[in-house]
């Protein structure tokens, strides 16, 4: 660790005199720096300048009337709705994967981290084709939810269980490490003098990996509200009823109504900066 | 350990003093704390009634139409076609970012320059931007009035509507897998190992080579791997940018979308179970080399 604090602290005083031997060339290290910073002007500024641009082309007037007409404000509401459900969901989920995985030792625990992950690998469409085929009218459950009148797909519960599945994974995947990394010495040492499971859970561990599940909680969110594939498949885009915000900018889009398709981009993609914005914080915080 | 390394990273870093003990058989190692039949109790419910349930239905489906069935719809060349654009260009786009993740991650953790902080965070704006934004600012950026399309179309190169367009968008949405892999690992690289290979006369192009890369490997195959298995399965970037024209810039997830709006539950499955079936392989490689890459790390 050192070696490398020394390292950084050399190559920043701007004026280095003492060539190390550790250290490339001035004229190496300027091209991989100036590759660097065009490979990210090109490939990650761009595309978030034009989000932007485009939404205020056409001025304040068009950019708000893009976001408060009724089907942008209906798919807002059905945005935040979802969020709503599937995030608590997956925050409890979260917890309790990692407080078993993490305090616990028991057999197959690298199989159902493994199986946590899945959601991950699995495409998109593919997470939403699922639930058609379990609730759409071919499907197992299909006849009987039509028998009842229970609709789920091209409704909110299956945008929610779509969501829900994309989702799955945020918040366990910061906690687990986060919780083995700290150990449970605390914990035991909470019960031993006399405390509750839930006393020792919010007063020992909850203030401990607060930052971590802050984080994840902020991902999964950014997540749930910018799904697009998943939900795309099960929502039947049915306007102001079934579309999310992802899917009100499509129809938008293809309907060549780009400023009111930016203007609602614009929200998602300060949702995504605030998101960053958060997990900066939560770096600087944790070191 | 940063605790905010995003997603798949760090997989099974063992509790500290855990595995003194080995487990019985389905027995749990003896713990005063309270909650563990609960908690795991919830989790496998939970997993299960989500996930893998669910997943089970793409399977049992797939196998109720038979395997004739099965076959036929894979091998139609429309559906062929879009397979082959689906992972060439994620190999393709995949290997860039190897490339620039490396350079990425190198810059980021060697070098101190102006902007290094803005670039550090929003390395990770390909994670957080919803798909459904990324694909139409990718698609007029990139459109012969777009701000690079207008450059690119008076040398005759088009981007957005072709096959390039989805490599670009690729590219886009894998780039912070392999730079978050790459960055931990070479960030605890000792400056002694270094300066040994310097010490014994080596330039820095074979440090680099001969002493550095080898160390990155693991981390840059994971890496490589994530990123890939994300490109195959991606949709709202690229759909928009793609053109989406049948054996031309068609890729696979959208074939799903477009057996499934033809009512054609059979073949959408079939195309389905062919990429969870990828899906699944990739996960078992990207473990492996996870776990190579720990070991590596804990040799040290």
Not at chain 1, 111 to 127: A, E, N, Q, Y
Not at chain 1, 266 to 272: H, R
Not at chain 2, 95 to 102: E, R, S
């Amino acid at each position: 660790m050192a070696g490398i604090v020394s390292r950084k602290g050399l190559s920043s005083t701007p004026a280095q005199t003492r060539p190390s031997a550790t250290d490339e060339p001035v004229l190496v290290r300027a091209l991989l720096i100036g590759l660097v910073l065009a490979f990210f002007g090109l490939f990650l500024l761009m595309p978030l300048a034009v989000v932007f641009a485009e939404a205020f082309k056409k001025g304040w007037e068009a950019y708000a009337s893009g976001i408060l007409s009724p089907d942008a404000l209906s798919a807002i509401r059905l945005t935040l709705l979802v969020a709503a459900i599937a995030v608590p969901l997956n925050l409890v989920f979260g917890v309790a994967a990692a407080w078993a995985i993490a305090k616990f030792d028991f057999r197959g625990k690298n199989i159902l981290i493994t199986l946590i992950d899945l959601p991950f690998s699995v495409s998109p469409v593919v997470s939403g084709l699922i639930y058609v085929l379990l609730f759409g009218a071919q499907g197992w459950f299909g006849p009987q939810l039509e028998a009842w009148d229970v609709g789920i797909l091209y409704a909110v519960p299956g945008l929610v269980l779509a969501t829900v599945f994309v989702t799955f994974p945020f918040v366990a995947r910061e906690l687990i490490p986060l919780m083995q990394a700290q150990g449970s010495d605390e914990e035991e040492a909470a019960v031993v003098l006399g405390a509750s499971g839930w006393t020792t859970f919010r007063r020992v561990t909850l203030p401990n990996i607060k930052w971590g599940l802050l984080y994840g909680v902020i991902l999964c969110n950014a997540r749930a509200m910018g799904e697009f594939g998943a939900v795309s498949v099960v929502s039947g885009h049915i306007r102001g009823k079934t579309n999310t915000m992802p899917l009100q900018v499509e129809i938008l889009y293809n309907e060549y109504n780009f400023a009111a398709a930016f203007a609602v981009a614009s929200l998602l993609a300060l949702l995504a900066l605030v998101t960053l914005g958060v997990k900066t914080f939560v770096e600087r915080r944790s070191v | 350990m940063p605790a905010a390394t995003i997603d798949a990273l760090d997989v099974d870093t063992p509790a500290k003093g855990a595995i003194v003990h080995r487990p019985g058989l389905l027995a749990r190692r003896h713990s005063i704390l309270p909650g563990f039949s609960l908690a795991l109790g919830y989790s496998v419910v939970y997993l299960a009634l989500i996930v893998l349930i669910p997943l089970s239905a793409v399977f049992l489906k797939s196998a109720s139409v038979g395997w004739d069935g099965f076959w036929h719809t894979v091998v139609h060349p429309r559906v062929l076609a879009s397979f082959r654009l689906s992972f060439g260009a994620s190999l393709i786009a995949a290997a860039i970012n190897a490339a620039f993740g490396l350079l990425f991650a190198w810059v980021l953790v060697r070098y101190r320059f102006l902007g290094r902080g803005l670039v550090d965070a929003l390395v990770d704006l390909p994670f957080a931007l919803p798909t459904a934004v990324a694909g139409i600012a990718l698609a007029t950026l990139y459109a012969k009035n777009g701000w690079i399309g207008s450059l690119l179309e008076p040398l005759g190169w088009e981007i957005a509507y072709t096959p390039t367009g989805v490599f670009v968008a690729l590219v886009f949405i894998g780039l912070p897998f392999v730079v978050r892999t790459v960055q931990p690992v070479l960030e605890d690289i000792e400056a002694e190992v270094e300066e040994a290979a310097a010490c014994l006369g080596a330039t820095r192009w074979q440090t680099f080579r001969r002493v550095i890369l080898p160390y990155l490997t693991p981390a840059l195959l994971t890496g490589f791997a994530l990123a890939f298995a994300r490109a195959v399965g991606e949709y709202g970037s690229v759909i928009f940018i793609a053109g989406n024209m049948p054996f031309v810039s068609e890729i696979a997830p959208l074939m799903i979308i477009t057996k499934l709006e033809q009512y054609d539950y059979a073949g959408a499955t079939a195309i389905a179970v062919v990429m969870l079936v990828l899906s699944f392989v990739l996960l078992l490689i990207i473990n492996g080399l996870q776990a190579w890459t720990q070991r590596g790390q804990r040799g040290r």
